[in-house]
């Protein structure tokens, strides 16, 4: 029962309109100033202005600016919706996998075709590296056996030249001329001047990064085969010597048709071929002193076939 509904005996303060509250048996009064307080919460009464108080409104809520930074924010990541308590969450069997790279991304076709070519790559360089080895290395049972098969390998692109590595490196530079004589349309003869075709070379090698092998070795390559199969009076040692001759021809009259040696209605008859050989001149902190005139090896003159490509120019 709530203590403001009045019950059958209703205890009133004093001075209320209804008369004193009783007093206590042992004569004091209820209200005795030296009353203990009440024990519990059951046993105290509310005052009346606890009873009649109104109760204040609370007032609303100031609004707070919103803070601006000037630092821009990340999107927020999504969030996965929440599962009810309870409820089977299913997880994708990839969801934890780690994205595939390389030829692992590739479809199983695709992967074989890649396994192939760095399969092929894989033993044609491990042939390349022994086919060098086997060149440089000092002469064996498998040099002897395959030793052609070996140059065919290695000449001429890979060809391995250790002069840098010699006692006494190269220091000349040779340069290859060569000067036709020309049969004119009216019958009568001219000399040429000669064509410095290994300067012709160095220009067309200069600036290019990537360089023809024939730029590069094929007239210096055809010079060191002729001299080593003739002497030096320009006699051919051996059964390459004329090889080599006719190799070198060929090379120099290919040249004097690309440099138009012979004009319209003209014939290249014959070719001689030079040497001009000159020292490299040593660094200014060297106290060496080398020559620096040129020393030439010239050689016979000879006839062109018509068979040489340097027929007449139409």
Request: proline share 11%.
């Amino acid at each position: 029962m709530d203590v403001y509904d009045e019950g059958s005996d209703p205890r009133q303060e004093s001075g209320s309109p209804d008369g004193p509250v009783p007093d206590r048996p042992d004569g004091s009064a209820r209200n005795a100033p030296d009353d203990p307080a009440p024990s519990g919460p059951g046993d105290r009464e509310p005052a009346s202005a606890d009873r009649e108080a109104p109760i204040a409104p609370i007032a609303p809520a100031t609004p707070v600016a919103p803070i601006v930074s000037a630092t821009p924010v990340a999107p927020a990541t999504p969030v996965a919706p929440v599962a009810e308590p309870g409820a089977l969450v299913t997880v994708p069997a990839d969801a934890y996998a780690v994205p595939r790279t390389g030829i692992a991304a590739l479809s199983f076709r695709y992967q074989i075709a890649a396994a192939l070519a760095l399969a092929v790559v894989a033993v044609a360089g491990c042939v390349h590296v022994a086919m060098v080895f086997l060149h440089v290395a000092p002469a064996n049972t498998v040099t002897k056996q395959h030793g052609r098969a070996i140059d065919d390998w290695i000449y001429p692109e890979f060809e391995q030249n250790w002069k840098l590595f010699a006692p006494n490196p190269l220091q000349q530079n040779i340069a290859v001329q060569v000067r036709a004589e020309v049969r004119t349309d009216d019958g009568g003869h001219r000399t040429t001047g000669w064509y410095d075709l290994s300067a012709l070379d160095g220009a067309a090698i200069d600036g290019n990064l990537l360089p023809s092998h024939t730029q590069q070795n094929e007239l210096r390559r055809a010079w060191d085969f002729y001299l080593a199969t003739h002497d030096n009076e320009n006699r051919p040692a051996g059964m390459r010597g004329d090889l080599s001759q006719r190799y070198l021809r060929s090379i120099v009259g290919l040249r004097l048709e690309r440099e138009h040696a012979a004009g319209r209605g003209e014939a290249v008859e014959s070719v001689q071929v030079r040497s001009s050989t000159t020292n490299v001149q040593p660094p200014r902190w060297s106290n060496e002193k080398v020559s620096d005139k040129p020393m030439y090896r010239v050689l016979p003159w000879w006839p062109v076939p018509t068979d040489s490509g340097t027929g007449e120019n139409a």
